[in-house]
């Protein structure tokens, strides 16, 4: 969905589409960890799902991947900032590293 509100002008859809890859990332990262750990992270602070995929085995890059959208959340949806170009295109990306490493991990 990130990748398709992208394709709307960019006053309107930067920060939706960023929004969207950080929940993208999320929920991937909570796939990856029920998957392989059975649990997920329940807690209102994301920094713990991360935390919680470290324990998943070769997380590295996701972990890193979720870090960086991780710190674009409150920008994206509660800012009164637009999202630059370049962020939304990193959130893009970082999200689709960690959709990525969560289909792997379920497909082992």
Do not use: W
């Not at 006053?11 to 960890?33: F, N, P, T």
């Not at 991360?50 to 991947?65: K, N």
């Not at 990193?90 to 990525?100: D, G, I, K, N, Y």
């Amino acid at each position: 969905m990130a990748e398709l509100v992208d394709d709307e002008p960019l006053q309107i859809s930067s920060g939706v589409s960023a929004s969207l890859a950080v929940l993208a990332g999320i929920a991937a990262a909570d796939a990856a960890c029920c998957s392989v750990l059975g649990l997920r992270s329940r807690g209102q602070n994301h920094d713990e799902a991360a935390e919680l995929l470290e324990r998943v085995v070769r997380s590295a890059d996701a972990v890193r991947a979720l870090q960086r959208l991780l710190s674009l959340k409150n920008e994206a949806q509660y800012g009164l900032i637009s999202v630059s170009a370049t962020r939304r295109n990193s959130a893009l990306r970082q999200a689709a590293h960690v959709v990525a490493f969560a289909e792997d991990v379920m497909a082992r």
